[in-house]
């Protein structure tokens, strides 16, 4: 509003703010006043490209052209001496070797195919579920449908493919089996909790609260100790559930504590008119939460629950320690075989490539997203 | 249009989370049913819970296959090779036991467990069987529930000292900066040998092996301990900075890694324990995988019991007659076993030859 009044008052401003001295400059002009607008400024410029080329340089020797591609096999498995030599660089042989093992962990080898069709669907899902123009109820049965597909695939035992129990389950494949399920049933929980939480029945507000701080209060490896060592032990004799289904318990019910509260931020956020304004039109609890509420307060938050998102999926690696073959997991027993050993570097290279090839798109994708939605508000 | 497209998204997302939901809630149940179904086969074949009449063996065989505790990223012992396919002694030896019951040793499924699920892993019924480089001490069987029916590698604590130290024996190391791997017997050990020497210790506790490899890169340690096998194994695959570092001729301490299975069910033991002797005995009397099929004509009257030509051993077992066939040719012998695993580290066999070469490994009689 100002700005327009400005303007009418003094029309010569937006002239004034003009800045003659950059029209035609350029790189160079940009580069003279940010980079070498003193002699001091000019040497720590220097002094930093000089630095940032040498290292530059000698990651590139490292990565491609001092690095080793392939070794020969032997008899007792493959020759890495060319690999240990004087100034080597990295020895990319290692992954060559180790890559399906990496992805699929101990799923059987001739099967592999399965696990890798399930990465495509889950990538195409993501995909596919972040595009706006796909949010209807249509969505939802695709997901449904894509999950039972995706089960299907990875045990099999029908349709001529051979059964695979969920033990030999590994590699990249596991890591989005557990973040997916676990953010799929932890974020409609979470909103839950977090309704629950700001409840004006004292049982079910009484509930909620323990839950968060009971889970919050707790590491999650403890969590997956519990899972995974008291649990069976409380459980009549023979009767077990399985460890990877354990785990999935666990991690969906620490992602929930952690997700209500970044919701619950959100409905706090939400000036109480809203409520008011609902409740006057004749809403009930339920149609204001779902129409008026949720919708605002969840836009509010969505960049500290993409942000959880992140985390989760990285938390995900923590089920190494119940022994589960999951991505970072796969990584290092991939290096634990004598021949391949302290070749730990590059496997972690490949690994956190991956890692990061995920979690980068998901902060890209929200800050895209908060932007267009944000639009929306301040139009 | 903009709000129209809004719209939707109010409206669309519940009923997405909702489904989304379901169909995950689905996934997760399914997870949770398959092994059930599979465990309720198991408990209809083992009559009740706590009760003097548990059929592990009558369990596993209606389950179909055998569930084996291993470490699965210990190279020699267990680990996952580049098909996925777990390799090593403790692996092998889960193998026997399958191989045994079933005549396919690949009628199995390894379980990975870390030093601490080990045991619960076991004592709640997730696993049948633990071989998982685990020392046979007193405790561990009088007040876990547990007993070991054989022990297949004897093992001892030793150290792994920097050369430039100039120390030829661990009693010299006072004051040294040793590094130990967490929550094993070699940590307990290391402060008891210590102690018992009056010797001042600064220990580094390391959590994973793999880090162990670092810290001795980066100069942290002084000496580091633990199973002069793991030791043998990782100065084998420094490469040239092994040659930095010598194995002390201490060895502090006695480590029998056995295979461990829940009291009370006696047919099972005896099957895990005499599955091993069968291979000691192969071993004894120069049965191999591939000269097996040559003594089906054997005249020695304790080649035909092995065979299962004569006698009942197999029925003794509540095993098919040919159990002991089956083991070999599935696994081989026990120095077959060794030359696949264990030499692959560059340890020598020393005591865990057979008693008639010297070492500790003996078989009683088969008959």
């Known amino acids: 509003m100002t700005a327009l009044v400005e303007h009418i008052v003094n029309p010569t401003l937006i002239e004034a703010r003009e800045r003659p001295e950059l029209i035609g400059g350029g790189f160079f002009a940009w580069a003279r006043e940010k ?30 052209l001092d690095a080793v591609w392939s070794v ?13 030599a004087l100034g080597s660089g990295a020895c990319w042989a290692v992954i060559r070797e180790k890559y399906r093992f990496i992805l699929f962990g101990t799923y059987p080898f001739e099967q592999h195919w399965r696990p890798a069709i399930v990465i495509a669907l889950f990538v195409g899902l993501f995909v596919v579920s972040a595009m706006k123009r796909f949010w209807r109820i249509e969505l939802a049965a695709l997901w449904g449908l894509m999950l039972l597909l995706i089960g299907l695939l990875m045990w099999g035992g029908i349709f001529g493919l051979t059964f695979v129990s969920q033990a030999n389950w590994g590699g990249l494949a596991l890591t989005l089996i557990i973040a997916t399920i676990g953010v799929a049933i932890a974020f409609p929980l979470s909103v839950l909790v977090a309704l629950g939480r700001r409840s004006d029945l004292p049982f079910i507000k009484w509930l909620c609260v323990a839950y968060v701080e009971v889970i919050r209060g707790v590491p999650l490896i403890t969590l997956l100790f519990m899972a995974s060592v008291m649990f069976p032990l409380l459980m009549p004799e023979g009767v077990n559930l399985d460890k990877l289904v354990r785990a999935q318990i666990a991690i969906i019910l620490f992602f929930a504590a952690y997700l209500a509260e970044v919701v619950r931020g959100g409905l706090q956020a939400l000036p109480k008119g809203q409520y008011e304004a609902a409740y006057v039109l004749g809403l009930s609890y339920w149609q204001t939460s779902r129409r008026i509420v949720l919708p605002q307060a969840l836009r509010t938050v969505i ?33 634990a075989e004598p021949a391949w050993q302290g070749f730990g570097v590059e496997t972690y290279i490949f690994a956190g490539l991956i890692y990061f090839a995920f979690c980068f798109a998901m902060s890209r994708y929200s800050q895209w997203l908060e932007f267009g939605l944000n639009m929306l508000r301040h139009r | 249009m903009e709000t129209f497209g809004n719209s939707h998204t109010r409206a669309g997302r519940p009923h997405s989370k909702l489904a989304v939901t379901l169909g995950a809630a689905v996934l997760v149940a399914a997870m949770a049913i398959a ?40 190279p020699g012992f267990s680990f996952p090779d580049g098909k996925g396919v777990m390799q090593g002694l403790d692996a092998d030896i889960c193998r026997s036991v399958a191989a045994a019951i079933f005549g396919d040793p690949e009628k199995i499924r390894f379980t990975s467990l870390t030093s601490l699920t080990r045991f619960p892993a076991l004592q709640s019924g997730e696993v049948d069987m633990l071989a998982r480089f685990t020392t046979w001490t007193l405790t561990r069987e009088a007040s876990l529930g547990l007993d070991v029916a054989s022990v297949y590698f004897y093992d001892g604590q030793g150290f792994m000292a920097k050369k430039s130290l100039g120390v030829k024996s661990a009693l010299e190391l006072d004051g040294a900066t040793v590094c130990v ?44 301990t633990n199973d002069s096998t793991l030791l043998g194994s990782l100065k084998l695959s420094m490469g040239p900075a092994g040659d930095e570092y010598i194995l002390l001729p201490d060895v502090i301490s006695k480590e029998p890694l056995g295979t461990f299975v829940r009291k009370g069910d006696q047919r099972f033991f005896d099957i895990v324990r005499w599955t091993y002797i069968a291979m000691l005995t192969a071993e004894e009397n120069g049965i191999t995988k591939t000269n097996i099929d040559t003594f089906r004509k054997t005249r020695d009257p304790q080649n035909q019991r092995f065979m299962g030509e004569t006698g009942d051993l197999g029925a003794a077992l509540g095993l098919d007659a040919q159990w002991a066939v089956n083991v070999i040719k599935a696994v081989g012998n026990t120095a077959e076993l060794w030359d696949r695993t264990i030499a692959g580290l560059g340890i020598q066999r020393g005591v865990n030859r057979l008693a008639k070469d010297g070492g500790l490994q003996y078989a009683p009689p088969m008959r």
């Not at chain 2, 599979?38 to 179909?64: E, N």
């Not at chain 2, 880090?211 to 100069?219: G, I, T």
């Open chain 1, 35 to 64: 980079l070498f607008y003193s002699w001091l400024s000019s040497l720590t410029t220097l002094v930093l490209l000089a630095a940032m080329a040498k290292v530059g340089i000698s990651l590139f020797q490292w990565a491609f």
């Open chain 1, 72 to 84: 020969p096999a032997g008899p007792q498995g493959p020759i890495t001496d060319s690999c240990r």
């Open chain 1, 303 to 335: 960049p500290p629950l993409v942000n959880n998102f992140i985390g989760f999926f990285k938390d995900t690696s923590l089920v190494l320690i119940i022994g589960l073959y999951d991505l970072l997991h796969s990584a290092q027993v991939a290096v």
């Open chain 2, 35 to 74: 092994p059930f179904s599979a465990q309720a086969q198991t408990q209809s074949g083992q009559g009740g819970s706590a009760s003097d009449k548990v059929d592990t063996l009558g369990a596993i065989k209606a389950r179909g296959y055998f569930i084996c505790g291993v470490a699965g990223d210990r």
């Open chain 2, 181 to 224: 791997t967490q929550g094993s017997t070699s940590e307990a050990n290391m402060v008891d040998f210590f102690r018992a020497h009056n010797l001042a210790l600064k220990p580094i506790v390391i959590e994973k092996i793999e880090q162990v490899r670092d810290a001795l890169a980066n100069n942290r340690c002084d000496a580091y």
